[in-house]
């Protein structure tokens, strides 16, 4: 949830490299690095700081808006709660 709401607002993204973010960031401009590499997070962590990335992630923050906003959530939920309580 926190990695959905971090995409929603534009803030560059830095998470391990394991299948659930793997799929979650796909598209985005979040960086994944090795878990447990200190060193690969620092890196990251200073390239974040340094390029262009920030800019990206304010930019993708309009997609990420589409896929993970607050409305669309809300729908989704309330789709799945239509579809329990008819079963």
């Known amino acids: 949830l926190v990695a959905m709401e971090a995409m929603v607002v534009g803030t560059p993204l830095l998470c391990s490299d394991l299948p659930p973010f793997r799929e ?3 598209e985005s401009p979040s960086v994944l690095v090795e878990p447990m590499n200190s060193r690969a ?3 990251a962590i200073i390239d974040l ?4 990335r920030r800019e990206k992630a304010t930019e993708f923050s309009v997609k ?3 896929i993970f906003g607050v409305a669309v959530t809300a729908r989704a939920v ?3 709660y239509r579809e329990t309580q008819s079963r």
């Open 64 to 66: 990420a808006c589409e």
């Open 41 to 43: 997070v620092a890196d």
């Open 78 to 80: 309330a789709q799945l």
């Open 49 to 52: 700081m340094q390029n262009t």
């Open 24 to 26: 979650l960031t796909s």
